[in-house]
């Protein structure tokens, strides 16, 4: 298995604008998490999915951050407008489940300008 | 009191010594912890978990838990210039489906 794929790799975008963070799970996994890192706060997370529902949004910042799961090998994390404390690293990881260790793509690093 | 609790560092030991990285949870149901290594612009690894209370000794890593004190540590020996990295706990919440919550993690530089 190729482990959890992450696109795009760098996004550098105008404050504003959409980004779209996307993410491809390890097959049969079914937990994904979204997590964002900052020198400042550390790894947070985001939102928790497992079998493609939603858990846990409480550590999506404000309503400018939207995720999916449409299904099992495909999610998104998409910010609307894009502000530069956005900046960030992005990280997906997935995970067989509770009490399991997650593994984690190579994430995203997110400048927005 | 934070969920995951990890002193920041730095930790600076010397190439040979023992490196020992601390970490407390808030939440008494978690049953599983984990152990992450992350270097300088890379994704975190797992290289530990544990979650029986007691130690688990892999190579050079050892990992200890007492759950009645809420506390989990990992021991590095002979610790090796490789080693330099920032060392994540995790802890998964029970009462909230699981979600995996980390410390802040704890900065390593061993010193050749």
């Known amino acids: ?113 | 009191q934070k969920e995951v609790e990890q002193n920041s560092g730095p930790l600076s030991v010397p190439e040979g010594a023992i490196a020992s990285l601390n970490c407390t949870y808030s939440d008494r149901g978690s049953q599983s912890f984990f152990w992450y290594r992350q270097y300088s612009g890379k994704s975190p690894e797992l290289i530990m978990f544990i979650y029986s209370n007691g130690d688990k000794e892999d190579g050079r890593f050892t990992a200890q838990l007492n759950k009645a004190s809420q506390y989990v540590s990992l021991l590095i020996r002979d610790s090796q210039p490789s080693d330099s990295a920032t060392y994540l706990c995790a802890a998964p919440r029970q009462n909230q489906g699981g979600k995996l919550i980390f410390g802040q993690g704890t900065e390593l530089s061993v010193k050749p």
């Open chain 1, 1 to 113: 298995d190729a482990g959890v794929i992450q696109s795009p790799r760098h996004e550098v975008t105008e404050m504003g604008q959409e980004v779209t963070l996307r993410c491809k799970p390890i097959s049969g996994h079914n937990s994904l998490f979204w997590y964002r890192q900052t020198m400042m706060r550390g790894l947070e997370l985001l939102i928790y999915f497992n079998n493609n529902v939603p858990i846990d949004d409480s550590g999506m910042p404000e309503d400018r951050f939207s995720a999916k799961m449409p299904n099992a090998s495909f999610s998104t994390l998409k910010i609307q407008p894009s502000e530069p404390r956005d900046s960030a690293v992005y990280f997906c990881a997935s995970s067989l489940g509770r009490n399991t260790e997650a593994f984690f793509g190579q994430g995203t690093r997110l400048t927005v300008v």
